[in-house]
């Protein structure tokens, strides 16, 4: 990332699932959002603090308990609006809570940085992606050399494969930061991607299913 944009991300390993969280701030503002709070709120709260920002949102990619399960803590401490996919359905959502739902190509803004929304089903009805300045936030849609697994309630291996195809639309120096450390480095750009992860060189739906179901 260019020294000069204002975008400032701290990634963190948490959990015993090996997600990775995310601060996503604005140097200019201080403003900052919490990607998937869970796990260790306090420490996600106290890295904010000592970074000196202030938390103003709650962004999220998708609504398993790994990436939700501390959300009820951070609003206890930052009551701020928590942005989820309006296709998340209500047994995801259900008591979750200060949710503001958004739409695919909907933009959200930390500070005066802004985020494109791009809607990735398959993983969940609801899963959902966050583009900035050339740094993707995929969630569980697309991880290094994997994606989402789709067999879960509200998966679709098939939609799965149209929301990667989505993806592989972008620059192929668009910077991957996946919601779990599931591949040999901790972000990657898209082409490489498109060179070492097999499921983005599935050439038709048939080969996708069956690298991902077989």
């Keep these: ?10 990634q963190y390993e948490i959990g015993p699932l090996n997600n990775f969280l995310y601060l996503l701030g604005d140097e200019d503002t ?19 603090k000592k970074l000196g920002f202030t ?14 399960n501390g959300l009820d803590e951070l609003l206890g401490r930052h009551n701020v609006p928590v942005y989820i996919s309006k296709h998340e359905p209500l ?7 200060n949710l503001v739902d958004v739409n695919d190509k909907e ?7 802004t985020f494109d929304v791009i809607h990735t089903p398959g993983h969940t009805p ?15 849609t ?25 993806l592989m639309t972008l620059p192929d120096a668009t910077i991957i930061h996946s919601g ?16 070492t992860n097999p499921y983005l060189q599935a050439n038709s739906l048939h080969e996708f299913l069956g690298e991902r179901m077989g």
């Excluded at 201080?30 to 904010?48: G, H, N, Q, R, Y």
């Excluded at 938390?55 to 939700?68: A, E, G, N, S, W």
């Excluded at 933009?107 to 940085?113: D, E, M, P, S, T």
């Excluded at 290094?144 to 929301?163: E, F, H, K, N, T």
């Design 1 to 10: 990332m260019s020294s000069n944009s204002p975008l400032r991300i701290q």
């Design 30 to 48: 201080k403003e900052m959002a919490i990607v998937d709070p869970a796990w260790d709120v306090p420490f996600l709260c106290e890295e904010a």
């Design 55 to 68: 938390i103003t949102k709650v962004f999220l990619t998708h609504t398993h308990p790994d990436h939700v």
């Design 91 to 97: 047994f995801l959502r259900k008591n979750l809570k």
């Design 107 to 113: 933009q959200l803004k930390i500070g005066n940085i």
């Design 126 to 140: 609801g899963g959902q992606c966050f583009l900035s300045q050339g740094h993707l936030f995929s969630g569980d």
């Design 142 to 166: 697309l991880f290094i050399d994997g994606c989402g697994r789709c067999d879960l309630p509200g998966g679709d291996a098939s939609v799965m494969y149209q929301s990667l195809r989505k």
């Design 180 to 195: 779990h450390n599931y591949g040999p480095v901790p972000t990657d750009t898209m082409g490489n991607q498109k060179r």
